[in-house]
């Protein structure tokens, strides 16, 4: 059952999200999770389960994690990617500026 919403966990070591994990696979109804890396989890679930998001968060505080994200599924990635952009943009335009005072 594929869902909408995703919450991330940021997690300050492994043995954290390890326990983390096991808290999910403990759950009356078990959301599809995966591990992003080393320190962050996805767990993705329907947008109307509100219990359930609330469930996935909460095992996410236990575990001695952060909530990073609890939006619509996608929306995280978008947000960072045009994070990275503007820093990119701005990176460019200091460069230019840079040569073209050197040009002078």
Do not use: C
Not at 39 to 49: A, E, F, G, I, T
Not at 68 to 76: C, F, H, N, T
Not at 82 to 100: D, F, G, P
């Amino acid at each position: 059952m594929p869902g909408n919403w995703e919450v991330r966990g940021l997690f300050g070591n492994e043995f954290a999200m390890e326990s983390a994990i096991e808290g999910l696979k403990k759950l009356e109804k078990v959301p599809d999770f995966k591990v992003l890396d080393r320190r962050n989890l996805q767990v993705v679930l329907n947008q109307n389960d509100a219990k359930g998001r609330e469930l996935v968060k909460n095992v996410i505080k236990i575990a001695h994690g952060y909530v990073e994200s609890d939006a619509p599924l996608g929306q995280y990635d978008a947000k960072k990617a045009e994070i990275k952009r503007k820093k990119m943009k701005e990176y460019e335009e200091k460069v230019r500026a840079i040569t073209q005072q050197k040009k002078q």
